[in-house]
Protein backbone atom coordinates (compact mmCIF):
# COMPACT_ATOMS: atom_id res chain seq x y z
CA UNK A 1 0.00 0.00 0.00
CA UNK A 2 2.60 2.06 1.08
CA UNK A 3 4.56 1.37 -2.06
CA UNK A 4 1.60 2.10 -4.11
CA UNK A 5 0.75 5.56 -2.93
CA UNK A 6 4.82 6.55 -3.05
CA UNK A 7 4.86 5.46 -6.67
CA UNK A 8 1.42 7.74 -7.20
CA UNK A 9 2.94 10.70 -5.72
CA UNK A 10 6.12 10.54 -7.65
CA UNK A 11 4.42 9.71 -10.72
CA UNK A 12 1.89 12.78 -10.32
CA UNK A 13 4.87 14.81 -9.42
CA UNK A 14 6.96 13.93 -12.33
CA UNK A 15 3.92 13.69 -14.98
CA UNK A 16 3.28 17.83 -13.91
CA UNK A 17 6.90 17.72 -14.93
CA UNK A 18 6.58 16.55 -17.71
CA UNK A 19 3.56 18.43 -18.73
CA UNK A 20 5.38 21.74 -18.39
CA UNK A 21 8.20 20.64 -20.20
CA UNK A 22 5.85 20.25 -23.11
CA UNK A 23 4.72 23.52 -22.31
CA UNK A 24 7.90 25.00 -22.89
CA UNK A 25 8.02 26.77 -20.03
CA UNK A 26 11.50 26.59 -18.50
CA UNK A 27 10.27 28.37 -14.99
CA UNK A 28 7.67 26.47 -14.40
CA UNK A 29 9.46 23.29 -15.56
CA UNK A 30 12.18 24.22 -12.91
CA UNK A 31 10.48 24.65 -10.38
CA UNK A 32 7.89 21.38 -10.50
CA UNK A 33 11.73 19.72 -11.44
CA UNK A 34 12.48 21.06 -7.37
CA UNK A 35 9.46 19.95 -6.06
CA UNK A 36 10.47 16.69 -7.31
CA UNK A 37 14.30 16.95 -5.90
CA UNK A 38 12.00 17.44 -2.78
CA UNK A 39 10.00 14.38 -2.74
CA UNK A 40 12.83 12.69 -3.64
CA UNK A 41 15.16 13.65 -0.93
CA UNK A 42 12.21 14.00 1.88
CA UNK A 43 11.81 10.33 0.91
CA UNK A 44 15.36 9.25 1.68
CA UNK A 45 15.70 11.55 5.19
CA UNK A 46 12.33 10.11 6.47
CA UNK A 47 13.95 6.77 6.40
CA UNK A 48 17.12 8.05 7.44
CA UNK A 49 15.06 9.46 10.78
CA UNK A 50 13.00 6.29 10.97
CA UNK A 51 9.65 8.29 10.16
CA UNK A 52 9.61 5.86 7.28
CA UNK A 53 10.53 1.99 7.28
CA UNK A 54 13.78 1.45 4.98
CA UNK A 55 12.80 0.46 1.58
CA UNK A 56 15.50 -0.11 -0.92
CA UNK A 57 13.34 0.10 -4.17
CA UNK A 58 11.77 3.72 -2.64
CA UNK A 59 15.32 4.90 -1.81
CA UNK A 60 17.04 3.95 -5.13
CA UNK A 61 14.00 5.29 -7.42
CA UNK A 62 14.61 8.80 -5.27
CA UNK A 63 18.12 8.76 -6.16
CA UNK A 64 16.87 8.05 -10.06
CA UNK A 65 14.61 10.91 -9.74
CA UNK A 66 17.37 13.08 -8.76
CA UNK A 67 19.29 12.03 -11.65
CA UNK A 68 16.89 12.61 -14.34
CA UNK A 69 16.31 15.85 -12.51
CA UNK A 70 20.27 16.99 -12.18
CA UNK A 71 20.03 15.96 -16.34
CA UNK A 72 19.71 18.85 -18.42
CA UNK A 73 19.16 21.09 -16.09
CA UNK A 74 20.58 23.86 -16.55
CA UNK A 75 19.04 24.19 -19.94
CA UNK A 76 15.99 25.48 -17.88
CA UNK A 77 17.57 28.45 -17.41
CA UNK A 78 17.23 29.89 -20.99
CA UNK A 79 18.50 33.83 -21.16
CA UNK A 80 15.13 35.69 -21.31
CA UNK A 81 14.03 33.59 -18.02
CA UNK A 82 15.92 35.64 -15.68
CA UNK A 83 12.69 36.77 -13.70
CA UNK A 84 8.68 36.57 -13.56
CA UNK A 85 6.84 33.06 -12.53
CA UNK A 86 7.90 33.93 -8.74
CA UNK A 87 11.12 32.67 -9.25
CA UNK A 88 13.75 31.97 -6.96
CA UNK A 89 16.99 32.10 -9.08
CA UNK A 90 19.75 34.31 -8.09
CA UNK A 91 20.90 36.62 -10.78
CA UNK A 92 24.25 35.13 -10.41
CA UNK A 93 23.06 31.98 -12.62
CA UNK A 94 23.47 34.28 -15.78
CA UNK A 95 26.47 36.06 -14.54
CA UNK A 96 28.49 32.49 -14.02
CA UNK A 97 26.37 30.02 -16.05
CA UNK A 98 29.91 27.88 -15.32
CA UNK A 99 29.62 27.49 -11.77
CA UNK A 100 26.44 26.99 -11.96
CA UNK A 101 26.95 24.11 -14.09
CA UNK A 102 29.40 22.92 -11.81
CA UNK A 103 26.94 23.04 -9.25
CA UNK A 104 24.34 21.17 -11.25
CA UNK A 105 27.09 18.62 -11.97
CA UNK A 106 27.83 17.81 -8.38
CA UNK A 107 24.42 16.75 -8.22
CA UNK A 108 24.77 14.67 -11.43
CA UNK A 109 27.68 12.66 -10.00
CA UNK A 110 26.33 12.23 -6.56
CA UNK A 111 23.42 10.51 -7.96
CA UNK A 112 25.09 8.53 -10.85
CA UNK A 113 27.92 7.37 -8.46
CA UNK A 114 24.70 5.80 -5.94
CA UNK A 115 22.90 4.92 -8.90
CA UNK A 116 26.25 2.43 -9.90
CA UNK A 117 25.82 0.99 -6.45
CA UNK A 118 22.20 1.15 -5.31
CA UNK A 119 20.87 1.48 -1.73
CA UNK A 120 20.95 -1.56 -0.24
CA UNK A 121 20.25 -0.65 3.55
CA UNK A 122 19.28 1.91 6.14
CA UNK A 123 23.19 3.45 6.61
CA UNK A 124 23.30 3.73 2.69
CA UNK A 125 20.37 5.45 2.94
CA UNK A 126 22.01 7.99 5.31
CA UNK A 127 25.17 8.35 2.60
CA UNK A 128 22.97 8.69 0.18
CA UNK A 129 21.46 11.66 1.69
CA UNK A 130 24.27 13.09 3.20
CA UNK A 131 26.21 12.70 -0.20
CA UNK A 132 23.46 14.25 -1.90
CA UNK A 133 21.89 17.01 0.55
CA UNK A 134 25.36 18.47 0.39
CA UNK A 135 24.96 19.70 -3.24
CA UNK A 136 21.82 21.04 -2.76
CA UNK A 137 22.70 23.36 -0.03
CA UNK A 138 25.77 24.11 -2.12
CA UNK A 139 23.88 25.19 -4.97
CA UNK A 140 21.55 27.06 -3.21
CA UNK A 141 23.68 29.39 -0.82
CA UNK A 142 25.34 30.28 -4.29
CA UNK A 143 22.24 30.74 -6.95
CA UNK A 144 18.96 30.64 -5.32
CA UNK A 145 17.25 33.77 -3.25
CA UNK A 146 14.30 33.16 -1.37
CA UNK A 147 11.73 35.84 -1.52
CA UNK A 148 9.20 34.92 1.06
CA UNK B 1 28.32 93.53 18.56
CA UNK B 2 30.01 91.33 16.35
CA UNK B 3 32.61 90.19 18.56
CA UNK B 4 30.11 88.77 21.23
CA UNK B 5 28.01 86.63 18.43
CA UNK B 6 31.39 85.13 17.33
CA UNK B 7 31.97 84.40 21.19
CA UNK B 8 28.73 83.29 21.56
CA UNK B 9 28.82 81.35 18.27
CA UNK B 10 32.38 79.68 19.60
CA UNK B 11 31.21 79.04 23.28
CA UNK B 12 27.97 76.93 21.15
CA UNK B 13 30.63 75.11 19.05
CA UNK B 14 32.57 73.96 21.98
CA UNK B 15 29.26 72.94 24.23
CA UNK B 16 28.28 70.66 20.89
CA UNK B 17 32.04 69.74 20.50
CA UNK B 18 32.35 68.93 24.12
CA UNK B 19 28.97 66.90 24.49
CA UNK B 20 29.76 65.03 21.04
CA UNK B 21 32.67 63.80 22.82
CA UNK B 22 31.28 63.06 26.02
CA UNK B 23 28.28 61.33 24.22
CA UNK B 24 30.66 59.08 21.87
CA UNK B 25 32.97 58.40 24.32
CA UNK B 26 34.33 54.36 24.33
CA UNK B 27 33.03 52.66 27.33
CA UNK B 28 35.66 49.58 28.03
CA UNK B 29 35.90 47.46 30.12
CA UNK B 30 39.02 47.37 32.68
CA UNK B 31 40.24 43.90 34.03
CA UNK B 32 38.91 43.83 37.11
CA UNK B 33 35.25 43.13 35.36
CA UNK B 34 36.55 40.04 34.09
CA UNK B 35 35.99 36.78 35.95
CA UNK B 36 38.38 34.78 37.44
CA UNK B 37 38.61 31.89 34.52
CA UNK B 38 41.02 29.55 32.94
CA UNK B 39 39.86 29.01 29.10
CA UNK B 40 37.81 25.72 28.29
CA UNK B 41 39.64 25.20 24.88
CA UNK B 42 36.34 22.50 24.46
CA UNK B 43 34.08 24.91 24.98
CA UNK B 44 35.96 27.95 22.73
CA UNK B 45 35.68 25.31 20.21
CA UNK B 46 31.99 24.88 20.78
CA UNK B 47 31.34 28.65 20.83
CA UNK B 48 33.30 29.40 17.67
CA UNK B 49 30.49 27.27 15.64
CA UNK B 50 27.67 28.27 17.99
CA UNK B 51 28.98 31.89 17.75
CA UNK B 52 29.12 31.46 13.64
CA UNK B 53 33.02 33.04 13.85
CA UNK B 54 33.83 31.39 10.25
CA UNK B 55 30.69 32.25 8.01
CA UNK B 56 32.32 35.70 8.09
CA UNK B 57 35.75 35.48 9.08
CA UNK B 58 36.88 32.40 7.21
CA UNK B 59 39.05 32.92 4.24
CA UNK B 60 36.81 34.14 1.69
CA UNK B 61 36.43 32.25 -0.82
CA UNK B 62 38.31 29.07 0.84
CA UNK B 63 36.03 26.41 2.61
CA UNK B 64 38.51 25.55 5.66
CA UNK B 65 36.55 27.17 8.89
CA UNK B 66 39.41 27.30 10.73
CA UNK B 67 41.37 29.54 8.57
CA UNK B 68 40.56 33.00 9.63
CA UNK B 69 41.97 35.37 6.81
CA UNK B 70 38.83 37.27 6.28
CA UNK B 71 37.79 39.36 3.60
CA UNK B 72 34.16 38.43 2.99
CA UNK B 73 32.38 41.45 1.59
CA UNK B 74 29.26 41.97 3.49
CA UNK B 75 27.11 44.80 1.89
CA UNK B 76 24.49 46.71 3.72
CA UNK B 77 22.95 49.73 2.98
CA UNK B 78 25.79 51.81 4.49
CA UNK B 79 28.16 50.78 2.28
CA UNK B 80 30.59 47.65 1.92
CA UNK B 81 32.12 45.99 4.92
CA UNK B 82 35.16 43.79 4.53
CA UNK B 83 35.51 40.45 7.66
CA UNK B 84 38.60 41.14 9.04
CA UNK B 85 41.13 38.47 9.48
CA UNK B 86 41.13 36.90 13.58
CA UNK B 87 43.75 34.62 12.56
CA UNK B 88 46.22 34.16 15.77
CA UNK B 89 48.98 36.13 13.19
CA UNK B 90 50.64 38.93 15.32
CA UNK B 91 50.27 41.82 12.49
CA UNK B 92 47.24 40.56 9.92
CA UNK B 93 45.06 39.10 12.79
CA UNK B 94 44.50 39.61 16.80
CA UNK B 95 47.66 37.40 17.53
CA UNK B 96 48.75 40.16 19.63
CA UNK B 97 45.58 40.88 21.56
CA UNK B 98 44.94 40.04 25.23
CA UNK B 99 42.13 38.38 26.86
CA UNK B 100 40.55 42.00 27.77
CA UNK B 101 41.14 43.42 24.42
CA UNK B 102 38.82 40.47 23.13
CA UNK B 103 36.34 40.46 25.52
CA UNK B 104 36.10 44.51 24.91
CA UNK B 105 35.46 43.57 21.11
CA UNK B 106 33.15 41.56 21.36
CA UNK B 107 31.24 42.92 24.14
CA UNK B 108 31.91 46.03 23.77
CA UNK B 109 32.44 46.47 20.28
CA UNK B 110 36.11 48.67 20.82
CA UNK B 111 39.43 47.60 19.25
CA UNK B 112 42.45 47.51 21.64
CA UNK B 113 43.23 51.62 20.59
CA UNK B 114 39.42 51.66 22.02
CA UNK B 115 38.35 52.79 18.69
CA UNK B 116 34.65 51.86 17.76
CA UNK B 117 33.64 48.37 15.65
CA UNK B 118 30.89 49.14 13.15
CA UNK B 119 27.92 46.67 14.47
CA UNK B 120 28.49 44.69 11.29
CA UNK B 121 30.14 42.56 13.92
CA UNK B 122 27.09 41.84 16.02
CA UNK B 123 28.31 42.45 19.23
CA UNK B 124 24.82 43.65 20.03
CA UNK B 125 24.64 39.81 20.10
CA UNK B 126 27.73 38.86 21.57
CA UNK B 127 27.56 41.51 24.92
CA UNK B 128 24.58 39.05 26.00
CA UNK B 129 27.06 36.39 26.19
CA UNK B 130 28.82 34.94 29.39
CA UNK B 131 32.02 36.23 29.36
CA UNK B 132 33.61 32.55 30.52
CA UNK B 133 32.25 31.53 27.01
CA UNK B 134 34.04 34.60 25.55
CA UNK B 135 37.26 33.90 27.41
CA UNK B 136 36.93 30.46 26.38
CA UNK B 137 36.44 31.39 22.35
CA UNK B 138 39.47 33.82 22.83
CA UNK B 139 41.56 30.37 24.30
CA UNK B 140 40.77 28.05 21.41
CA UNK B 141 41.33 31.32 18.57
CA UNK B 142 45.04 30.98 20.05
CA UNK B 143 44.97 27.33 19.13
CA UNK B 144 44.41 28.27 15.74
CA UNK B 145 46.83 28.69 12.83
CA UNK B 146 48.08 32.29 12.05
CA UNK B 147 47.15 33.92 8.46
CA UNK B 148 48.55 36.58 6.82
CA UNK B 149 45.97 38.31 4.54
CA UNK B 150 45.68 42.23 3.78
CA UNK B 151 41.32 43.00 3.95
CA UNK B 152 40.30 45.75 2.25
CA UNK B 153 39.16 49.09 4.36
CA UNK B 154 35.49 49.04 4.85
CA UNK B 155 33.80 51.22 1.86
CA UNK B 156 31.51 53.67 3.95
CA UNK B 157 30.84 57.19 2.82
CA UNK B 158 30.54 60.16 5.06
CA UNK B 159 29.48 60.25 7.70
CA UNK B 160 29.39 56.62 8.43
CA UNK B 161 33.43 56.70 7.88
CA UNK B 162 33.91 58.47 11.01
CA UNK B 163 34.08 56.04 13.94
CA UNK B 164 33.85 58.12 17.08
CA UNK B 165 29.90 58.87 15.55
CA UNK B 166 29.45 55.18 16.31
CA UNK B 167 29.84 56.25 20.25
CA UNK B 168 26.41 57.61 20.46
CA UNK B 169 25.00 54.92 17.75
CA UNK B 170 25.87 52.14 20.93
CA UNK B 171 24.31 54.12 23.55
CA UNK B 172 21.20 54.21 21.35
CA UNK B 173 21.50 49.86 20.61
CA UNK B 174 24.54 48.61 22.93
CA UNK B 175 22.32 48.30 25.74
CA UNK B 176 24.76 46.22 27.90
CA UNK B 177 23.19 43.47 29.12
CA UNK B 178 23.79 40.17 29.90
CA UNK B 179 21.80 37.11 29.13
CA UNK B 180 19.56 36.66 32.01
CA UNK B 181 17.53 33.04 32.10
CA UNK B 182 13.84 34.01 32.56
CA UNK B 183 13.28 31.97 35.88
CA UNK B 184 9.41 31.40 34.51
CA UNK B 185 10.43 29.33 31.49
CA UNK B 186 12.26 25.95 31.46
CA UNK B 187 15.85 25.30 30.88
CA UNK B 188 15.69 24.23 27.96
CA UNK B 189 13.99 27.37 26.39
CA UNK B 190 16.48 29.36 28.15
CA UNK B 191 19.32 27.37 26.66
CA UNK B 192 18.13 28.09 23.53
CA UNK B 193 17.72 31.96 24.52
CA UNK B 194 20.66 32.53 25.31
CA UNK B 195 21.81 30.70 21.91
CA UNK B 196 19.79 32.46 19.86
CA UNK B 197 20.35 36.18 21.41
CA UNK B 198 23.72 35.89 22.90
CA UNK B 199 26.13 33.40 20.17
CA UNK B 200 23.79 32.58 17.57
CA UNK B 201 23.28 36.48 16.76
CA UNK B 202 19.88 35.33 14.91
CA UNK B 203 18.57 38.73 15.34
CA UNK B 204 20.95 40.14 13.57
CA UNK B 205 19.41 38.93 10.12
CA UNK B 206 16.09 38.11 11.42
CA UNK B 207 14.89 41.68 13.13
CA UNK B 208 14.19 44.42 11.05
CA UNK B 209 16.12 47.64 11.39
CA UNK B 210 15.63 51.07 11.34
CA UNK B 211 16.73 53.93 9.86
CA UNK B 212 19.92 54.23 11.63
CA UNK B 213 20.93 50.25 11.25
CA UNK B 214 20.07 49.68 14.98
CA UNK B 215 17.87 46.34 15.59
CA UNK B 216 13.41 46.80 16.13
CA UNK B 217 13.55 45.08 18.82
CA UNK B 218 9.82 45.93 18.65
CA UNK B 219 10.19 43.26 15.65
CA UNK B 220 11.75 40.79 17.00
CA UNK B 221 12.78 38.11 14.54
CA UNK B 222 10.11 38.81 12.29
CA UNK B 223 12.58 38.92 9.12
CA UNK B 224 12.41 41.13 6.42
CA UNK B 225 13.87 42.45 3.25
CA UNK B 226 17.26 41.35 2.85
CA UNK B 227 19.98 43.87 3.61
CA UNK B 228 22.12 42.40 1.73
CA UNK B 229 20.26 42.62 -1.52
CA UNK B 230 17.48 40.58 -3.41
CA UNK B 231 15.03 38.89 -1.77
CA UNK B 232 13.72 38.63 1.79
CA UNK B 233 15.11 37.26 5.51
CA UNK B 234 11.83 35.05 6.42
CA UNK B 235 10.46 35.31 9.82
CA UNK B 236 11.40 33.07 12.78
CA UNK B 237 9.39 34.65 15.59
CA UNK B 238 7.27 31.85 16.95
CA UNK B 239 4.06 33.03 15.16
CA UNK B 240 6.02 32.68 11.57
CA UNK B 241 6.37 28.72 12.49
CA UNK B 242 2.97 27.22 12.48
CA UNK B 243 3.91 25.11 10.43
CA UNK B 244 6.76 23.63 12.06
CA UNK B 245 7.17 21.54 14.79
CA UNK B 246 9.99 21.55 16.98
CA UNK B 247 11.26 18.56 15.70
CA UNK B 248 11.31 20.12 12.29
CA UNK B 249 13.18 22.93 13.45
CA UNK B 250 15.71 20.88 15.06
CA UNK B 251 16.15 18.92 11.76
CA UNK B 252 17.12 22.37 10.07
CA UNK B 253 19.40 23.41 11.68
CA UNK B 254 20.85 19.93 11.66
CA UNK B 255 20.58 19.07 8.09
CA UNK B 256 19.32 22.17 6.06
CA UNK B 257 16.09 20.54 5.31
CA UNK B 258 12.68 22.46 6.01
CA UNK B 259 9.46 20.27 5.89
CA UNK B 260 8.82 20.24 2.20
CA UNK B 261 12.75 19.50 2.15
CA UNK B 262 13.67 22.31 0.51
CA UNK B 263 17.28 22.87 1.30
CA UNK B 264 17.78 26.38 2.77
CA UNK B 265 20.13 28.21 1.13
CA UNK B 266 21.84 31.75 0.59
CA UNK B 267 23.46 32.94 3.91
CA UNK B 268 21.30 30.62 5.93
CA UNK B 269 23.93 27.50 4.47
CA UNK B 270 26.54 28.57 6.22
CA UNK B 271 24.09 28.90 9.19
CA UNK B 272 23.23 25.76 9.12
CA UNK B 273 27.63 24.30 8.47
CA UNK B 274 27.79 25.79 11.97
CA UNK B 275 24.37 24.69 13.42
CA UNK B 276 25.16 20.73 12.59
CA UNK B 277 28.33 21.02 14.63
CA UNK B 278 26.13 22.38 17.88
CA UNK B 279 24.88 18.67 19.67
CA UNK B 280 21.12 17.61 19.34
CA UNK B 281 20.18 19.12 23.06
CA UNK B 282 21.05 22.48 21.97
CA UNK B 283 19.34 22.45 18.37
CA UNK B 284 16.21 21.17 20.40
CA UNK B 285 16.89 24.05 22.37
CA UNK B 286 17.02 26.51 19.74
CA UNK B 287 13.94 25.01 18.10
CA UNK B 288 11.99 25.10 21.64
CA UNK B 289 13.15 28.95 22.02
CA UNK B 290 11.78 30.17 18.18
CA UNK B 291 8.45 27.85 19.23
CA UNK B 292 7.73 29.72 22.59
CA UNK B 293 6.14 33.10 21.88
CA UNK B 294 5.94 33.87 25.57
CA UNK B 295 10.22 33.39 26.09
CA UNK B 296 10.36 35.70 22.54
CA UNK B 297 8.75 38.48 24.91
CA UNK B 298 11.42 38.10 27.78
CA UNK B 299 14.88 37.02 26.21
CA UNK B 300 15.62 39.51 23.47
Known amino acids: MKHLLFAGTTIALLTATAASWAAMDPIATRQAVMKDNGAAIGTLAKMAKGEMDFDATAANLSVRVLYSGAAGFTSLFPAGSETGGETEASPKIWEDMAGFEAKNDDLLNAAASIKATPIADLDGVKAALGALGKTCQSCHEAYRIKKN | ?300
Not at chain 2, 19 to 27: E, I, S
Not at chain 2, 101 to 129: C, H, I, W
Not at chain 2, 137 to 161: Q, R
Not at chain 2, 225 to 231: L, Q, V
Open chain 2, 1 to 300: MLKRVLIVLIALALIGAGAFWLVTMPRPLTAADLPDHQPDLENGRYMFFAGGCASCHATSGGDDPFHLGGGLELKSPFGSFYAPNISPDPEDGIGGWSTLDFVNAMQKGLSPELENYYPSFPYTSYQRMRPQDVIDLKGFLDTLDPVTSSVPDHALPFPFNIRRTLGGWKLLFLDGKQFEPDPDLTDEINRGGYLVTGPGHCAECHTPRDMLGGLERSEWLVGGPNPEGEGRVPGIAAADLDDWSQGDLAYALESGFTPTFDSLGGSMAAVIRNTSQLTAEDRNAIAAYLKSAQAQETLR
